[in-house]
């Protein structure tokens, strides 16, 4: 069992940057691929950003890209997400999530491939 719990979410300016963080916890937690996750309201959740274990594999969706940057801290089990630039298209409810191991994109951006989740932070972003 992985236990996750997002935080630093909040309400900024376009331009601004915000770093998310999230907490793993429990047995091989540190061994897990960490994603993150948006959801707009009445949108889909999808897919941002993804990194393996050791932090050296990482992907992320093109709207992002160039803009956030996805990394770990194995000795602290945190996943972080830096975000700059950032854009009113950019405002969700932001969650990390965990599955078991890497794969390519097709795999990483599904959802249903990952077996944990956090309960979200919210991030609004006004123009």
């Known amino acids: 069992q992985v236990q996750l719990v997002e935080s630093g979410g909040g309400l900024v300016q376009a331009g601004d940057s915000l770093r998310l963080s999230c907490a793993a916890s429990?047995?091989?937690?540190?061994?897990?691929?960490l994603g993150w996750f948006r959801q707009a309201p009445g949108k889909e959740r999808e897919f941002v950003a993804a990194?393996?274990?050791?932090?050296?594999?990482?992907y992320y969706t093109d709207s992002v890209k160039g803009r956030f940057i996805i990394s770990r801290d194995s000795a602290k089990n945190t996943l972080y997400l830096q975000m700059n630039s950032l854009k009113p298209e950019d405002t969700a409810v932001y969650y990390c999530a965990a599955r078991e191991s890497w794969s390519g994109p097709t795999t990483l951006i599904r959802p249903t491939t990952y077996d944990y989740w956090g309960q979200g932070t919210q991030v609004t972003v006004s123009s």
């Open positions: 429990g047995r091989a937690s540190r061994g897990y691929t």
């Open positions: 990194i393996n274990w050791s932090g050296g594999s990482t």
